[in-house]
């Protein structure tokens, strides 16, 4: 007999797979959100109907349950990272929120809590933080793990900057071990194709 | 009936925000005197409508034991069960209880023995007493079957659909992250509001019978509307408390049944109730604190604050709900809770890593950077020694 989780698990990759719609991402040059120009390494998704709200993109390899790279486009002073879609119709509570002067380790704390929410645990943490140049300016990095509700174990790394006071950043994230880790070397590379184009290049 | 449902998945509440739930469903019953309650040791027939209903709980239980969120503290599972029997009396060995780590307030009980403890019921009680108000209320929907009269009576109308199909009604949920509420869905569509007064009398008689101070579980309930309206939950908030009266009836009567039960005599068991969370409760202000309702969080900290206004990491813990809002005035607030927290002798380390992060939020590098140094001769091998040592660096 199929346990329980299995059974809703599968019905929620269904739901999942009804509900979003992709486009092909081609392993060439690609302008994410009019600000960030990358080249990714192999064929991706773009969910062009993401659960989430926010100044995101969000692209997959093996879809949005198994893991997911979120592109931070420019979040101004005050908005959150991002929410669950119509989390506020739902009764959430106010969520957290980005502000220009938060050090990269506010940064790693509103990450925490953003993904905590997203996936309904407390259990999500950031780690190894560390300077990184991104985008040919000061950048930083850390990893994150969580536990979300579905008792699945995520892993996952964080690359941002901030210019003018707008966040950029990059967080890929996947269900252990193998939806993460095997595809850690494809976001690296595509973390050092990055540039800052359009209005956040100015 | 689902924008209700959608509001509670939110994560709020099983039992006791289930007067939201309960919308639509309530009819006048009158409760009745001298109530019979399911025998110990009870077991469905076989192939009834309620052996269906138990399988498909047990289903959900042997998940419960394997989940990744079910506190394993041995001590702590001790006591709660202690708790439990107290109540429960001829009926303890029926009810296995299971202590989830989850930051919201709630507790929930299935038709088939199996109740659930949340984490954050666990930071919210001011003592045992309280606890046990809660957990008794759970027993009364036991003993009382409520949950199979609800599923029979929801049979007859046109909503047994929602009902029966647990996994549908859970997959309308639409979230990931409610999949492993399956239980708390199932006790939400059960109860009625004759149910829950019922329960909320039953709970009464039970901590009475046992010893406790049955004016607790009015307490409880009051602090819960409390930190309810200092939340941000706009939607929420207007369904429990703008088109829902019923949740300061419900704090009278409470009250009211207290009094007659010689209200403020009994059994608080406070000291023994702080003893048996130690070991966890620094997990649990951490849980807390991930939530981001500092509203909230502010009311249940400063409600514990009265009662233990010695504890270092209760205060440090407040620092952090204003260091975290990061609003006007509220750098200042943090570092006040710090410093008050230093001065009781028993602060974390983290409270010196604090300070320095809002005093490098100042420009106060200086301060900063004693605050760094104060944190590393406590904490030597701090693991983000190196990330802080960024931040002070640039
Ligand atoms: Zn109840």
Known sequence: ?????????????????????FTLVTPERQTVGGVISVAPGTKWNKITTPGVEGKVEVWTLDGPALNTLVFFTGVTDGEPLFTRRAAAASGEEKPPVFRSKMNPVEIQELLEATAARYFRTTIAEGRNLKAEPIAGGRGFRFETRLLGRDEVERAGVFVGTIRNGKLYG?????????????????????????????EAAR | MSLTRRAFGAGICGCVLAALARRGFAQARPVEPGRTYIAPGYRPPADSDEKGLWSLLDRVERERKTSRFLVRDVELNAYVREIVCRLAKDH?????????????????????????????????????????????????????QHTLERWRDARNKSDFGAFLGLGLAVAGLGAVGQLADLALVASMFAFSRDQEREADEIGLDLITQAGYTPVAAAEVWEQFIAEYQAGTAERSRQLLFATHPEPEERLVALREAAAKRDGARGERGRSRYLAKL?????????DE?????????????????AQSPDDGQLWHAKGEVYRLRAGD??????????????????????????????????????????????????????????????????
């Open chain 1, 1 to 21: 007999m199929m346990p329980m989780r299995s059974i809703l698990a599968a019905a929620l990759l269904l739901l999942a797979a009804g509900c979003a719609q």
């Open chain 1, 170 to 198: 990059a967080w890929f994230q996947g269900a252990k071990l193998h939806y993460f880790e095997r595809y850690l070397p494809e976001f690296d590379r595509l973390v050092s194709s990055a540039e800052l184009v359009g």
């Open chain 2, 92 to 144: 303890c060995p029926d009810i296995r209880g299971y202590i989830l780590r989850t930051a919201q307030f709630n507790a929930s009980m299935a038709p088939n023995g199996m109740m659930e403890v949340w984490t954050g019921l666990l930071l919210r009680c001011n003592d045992e007493a309280q606890l046990a108000a809660i957990l008794g209320h759970e027993l009364g929907h036991y003993l009382r």
């Open chain 2, 278 to 286: 130690a070991g966890v409760r620094a997990r649990l202000i951490a």
């Open chain 2, 289 to 305: 604190l991930a939530l981001r309702q500092y509203g909230r969080t502010e009311i249940v900290f400063d409600r514990l604050l």
């Open chain 2, 329 to 394: 005035g509220d750098a200042a607030r943090a570092l006040k809770a710090y410093e008050t927290a230093l001065g009781t002798g028993n602060a974390p380390p983290e409270t010196w890593r604090s300070i320095m992060l809002v005093e490098l939020g100042a420009g106060a590098r200086d301060r900063a950077q004693a605050a760094f140094d104060a944190y590393l001769k406590q904490k030597p091998g701090a693991p983000d020694a190196d990330a802080l040592r960024m931040l002070l660096s640039q």
